[in-house]
DNA sequence: AACTTGCCCAACCGCGCGCCT
DNA sequence: GAGGCGCGCGGTTGGGCAAGT
């Protein structure tokens, strides 16, 4: 249809992000859930297009993200998936809470790629590697891979064992609905191993609020009422939405409720998060708690000025990076 | 110390889809 | 049905950094 690029315009930034332009698009998303990404750099400010400001969002700032590497069980769930969606990253990162499909994407052909090749294994057909017959060409990058009886595992201690309990994992992950904070610390979950070496887990009650500790219980409690964000593993209950800043001190950040019924990352035809229909100022103050001084935990917080707003809301932000 | 190479990942680009008029 | 528009997705790029020489 010969559209335009969005980005065509003259004056529009490229580029990275600096810290004055990830403030400048978190003030507007806290204070205006109801909007258009095409609209959001004129309103907001700034010099970039909408595509620009919602990849920065999706994928770097929106606060329920995960950071680091993949564990191993989550890079097995990776490519279990891919060897039945191929490179959907959309629909493969919709299975793993706090990750991006552009994440998942780079980690693939950064990591997962060359463990596959290094194993014998074919990582765009997940068959063993062999040269291509006349018969069989090699698979378009876009086709999805034929099932395989078993998709290879890059765990080295796998058996038949754990990749039942992996298949099991994705099926309960495609088939769960929502999981309370509260279901999320029950022994049988925590039972789940899944990188729980990189991030301990945590009870609710352990559930951090910067500043005030008395209230941090009652955020806790107001989050495990209200939190919907599914989950199918102990380290996704226990890493996502938990920050270190500069002293290792653990920041928590509770759990969105998505417009709807419920939030659910797994659901295919869901994972978008529906953000525009949202206002997040609404669900932010759930983690502002703290501005309770007469023991109301649910008193909201006036967003008036948004900077200690987002000191608070984005500690991943504020300690990820130098620059904040 | 200077240079090269390779890796990683944030960001960009172009296309397709769905919705609307 | 055609065309315009906005958004999301997947592929690609390029800059920063670390390791190697």
Redesign the pocket.
């Known amino acids: ?3 335009q ?3 065509d315009k003259v004056g529009l ?5 600096t810290a004055e332009e990830d403030k400048k698009l978190i003030n507007f998303i806290l204070t205006n859930g109801q909007c ?4 959001v750099p004129k309103l907001a400010g700034l010099l ?1 297009c ?3 400001c ?3 969002w ?3 700032l929106r606060p329920d993200l995960k950071r680091g ?1 993949l564990s191993p069980h989550e890079e097995q769930l990776v490519i279990d998936l891919h060897a039945k969606l191929g ?5 493969i ?1 919709s299975h793993l809470p706090g990750r991006t ?3 998942i ?3 693939w ?3 997962i790629k ?1 463990k596959l090749r290094k194993l014998g294994i074919d990582p765009l057909t997940h068959n063993p590697l062999s040269t291509p017959t006349p018969q069989q060409p090699q698979n378009d ?2 086709q999805v891979p034929q099932q395989i009886t078993k998709p290879p595992s890059i765990m080295p201690e796998e058996n038949d064992h754990d990749h039942q309990n992996i298949e099991e994992e994705v099926i309960a992950l495609e088939s769960s609905n929502t999981i309370s904070l509260k279901d999320m610390t029950t022994p049988e979950l925590e039972t789940i191993d899944f990188c729980t070496d990189d991030v301990p887990l945590i009870d609710p009650y352990e559930i951090l609020v910067p500043n005030n500790s008395s209230t941090t219980s009652a955020a806790a409690t107001t989050s495990s009422s209200s939190a919907c964000c599914s989950s199918s593993s102990s380290s996704d209950h226990s890493s996502k939405n938990k920050f270190l800043d500069q002293d290792h001190h653990e920041w928590q950040f509770p759990d969105f409720e998505w417009p709807g019924t419920t939030f659910d990352y797994y659901n295919d035809d869901n ?2 998060m529906g ?2 229909d949202y206002d997040l100022s609404s669900s932010w103050d759930l983690i502002i708690i703290n501005a309770d001084h007469d023991g109301d935990s649910t008193k909201k917080l006036d967003i008036v000025d948004p900077d200690p707003l987002i000191n608070y809301q984005c500690p991943r932000m504020v300690f990820d990076q130098d620059r904040w």
């Open positions: 249809m010969g559209r690029p969005c980005c930034k490229k580029g990275p992000w258009c990404w095409r609209a970039r909408g595509k620009s919602r990849l920065r999706t994928n770097y590497l490179n959907r990253w959309s629909k990162a499909d552009n994440e994407k780079n980690h052909n950064t990591h060359k990058q876009n994972n978008n953000l525009w």
